[in-house]
């Protein structure tokens, strides 16, 4: 069967596999949390009377009617015969999916309204059926190479589709789609894991009680995506954890593990996958917060009004709420276009949150308080001017070091107060870096001679705007009246991304027995 329906949004599944050593496996939306990071308790519903696998279950009479914890024939603890070592046969999918949406209306207290019907396509079809439809990766070109992931010297519209074809295992659509897309090897045969055949089942569950299509949830730029995804991917990878432990503890007898297909690896970036990763890993201990707090009323709550900024799901408070705890960013921030010479700025701005600063900053990307990023062109050439607000200005001073940080990581001179240039490579440049009290702006131009075409800093020639503080290539200090405590933590700096991949290889290593 086919969907017609336009995939905006996409549940990814994913696994890496990592150069030069051997094809391992991390599933994104659960097994980094549920292998050695987050595992969020289960909440002691599974009792010994609800074991599955044995002679004595008590499995009831199948009810008159519809009720949570029965589908399609099936109760959440009944045993069913499903063995996918030869592929799923259709009555094997069919007692293996209705089962799976019972096990999750038991978990999460909802009912399914309309059956669910499962898609496989194979590994070569991923790219025709997902090219187009990418909302996970947001922004302009300019924004990842703003972020030091993808440079000039590639196009990052391809970057990011190669990056998805290369590691999704499966999706479900967020436009009105009652159908869950899966990747197998062979769709005669077919094989699903099944923490990802729960994964994606919650979706269509969300979007039959939620409207997942509704305009709460459609978002413009990556920190939008991050912070409506952290309800919506973070409840998903909370419920199929639950789902594994009730697994991995005897309370559930469940299908066996099989190896995730994908889709061929066309140039996959590595960089890309902390920015990819966050609202699974980071959204679902922001949904365990949830529960802990008012329990799944609480996400629901969540559902009716995400958060706008991903920020406000990191300190874990809800979005209506958010704005009186200082959290969320109160009031708009924007930068007069001052381009000139031939410049033009391109669109809206995009806008890179606290979720997605985590890669490059850890715990201290808290301290975002605001941010826009706008595109500048001139025929072939390119620049931005990048704008932070920050909790005070020691937290945007950690930030203005930490880019500096960077651009010397690349080579980068200092060539005169504020100004720096990286002379070669992907991310050959001029920089210009200031802040003023809680506030960093980063301006972008192939050299530096256009650093004041893409932005005109009229009240200093050298680029920074009067009362600010100049970088002057060396850490500087907040002077003591500004050095307030902010809950920023003290994590590490753009280098954050190196040590988030060596954590994903470890959490892979220990999983290639279980797939």
């Not at 999750?104 to 025709?128: K, Q, S």
């Amino acid at each position: 069967m086919t969907t017609e329906t336009t995939i905006r949004g996409i549940c990814v599944y994913t696994t890496m596999s990592w150069p030069r050593t051997a094809f391992v496996l991390v599933a994104l939306c659960l097994v980094i949390g549920a292998s050695g990071g987050t595992a969020w308790a289960v909440d002691g519903d599974a009792s010994q009377s609800d074991r599955v696998g044995n002679e004595t279950t008590d499995v009831p009479p199948d009810p008159d009617e519809d009720r949570i914890g029965w589908e399609g024939g099936y109760w959440y603890n009944e045993s069913v015969d499903v063995d996918q070592y030869d592929g799923l046969s259709d009555a094997e999918l069919q007692r293996y999916k209705y089962r799976t949406m019972a096990r999750l209306e038991r978990i999460r207290g909802l009912e399914f309204t309309d059956d669910v019907a499962i898609e496989f396509i194979g590994p070569g079809e991923v790219e025709d059926r997902i090219e187009g439809n990418i909302t996970q990766f947001r922004g302009t070109g300019q924004q990842w190479e703003a972020l030091f992931v993808i440079g000039e010297d590639r196009n990052a519209e391809r970057v990011l589709l190669g990056t998805l074809v290369g590691s999704v295992a499966g999706w479900a659509a967020e436009e009105g789609s009652e159908t869950v897309v899966l990747i197998t090897d062979d769709p005669s045969e077919p094989t699903v894991p099944p923490t990802l055949l729960a994964h994606e089942l919650v979706h269509v569950l969300q979007h039959q009680q939620f409207d997942l299509s509704a305009e709460r949830y459609q978002r413009a730029t990556l920190d939008g995506e991050h912070a409506k995804d952290a309800v919506v991917e973070g409840e998903a990878s909370y419920l199929d954890s639950v789902y594994e432990q009730y697994c991995t503890n005897g309370s559930w007898d469940c299908a066996d593990e099989r190896p995730f297909a994908t889709g061929p690896d066309v140039g996959v970036e590595y960089g890309l996958f902390p920015y990819l990763q966050a609202p699974y890993t980071l959204g679902g201990e922001y949904v365990s917060r949830l529960v802990d707090r008012g329990g799944f009323d609480a996400v629901d709550a969540a559902h009716r009004n995400p958060p706008e900024y991903s920020v406000t799901a990191l300190h874990g408070r809800q979005a209506e709420t958010a704005s009186q705890a200082g959290i969320a960013p109160s009031s708009p921030l924007s930068v007069p276009d001052r381009s000139a010479d031939g410049w033009t700025r391109q669109g809206g701005p995009d806008r890179v949150g606290a979720m997605g600063l985590t890669a490059i900053l850890g715990d201290r990307a808290l301290a975002w308080r605001n941010g826009v990023l706008y595109a500048y062109a001139n025929g072939s050439a390119d620049g931005y001017v990048w704008e932070t607000r920050w909790s005070n200005a020691t937290t945007a001073q950690r930030f203005l070091d930490a880019y500096r940080d960077e651009i010397r990581s690349k080579d980068g001179v200092n060539v005169s107060a504020g100004v720096w240039q990286i002379p070669d490579g992907p991310f050959a440049d001029a920089f210009a870096l200031d802040r003023t009290g809680d506030t960093v702006r980063i301006v972008n131009a192939p050299s530096v001679g256009a650093l004041s075409a893409v932005h005109d800093s009229p009240s200093d020639p050298d680029g920074a705007d009067a009362g600010s503080t100049v970088d002057a290539g060396s850490q500087t200090t907040a002077s003591s009246a500004e050095q307030t405590t902010a809950a920023d933590g003290s994590g590490p700096g753009f280098g954050f991304i190196a040590a988030l991949v060596a954590v994903f290889v470890a959490i892979a290593a220990a999983k290639r027995s279980a797939v």
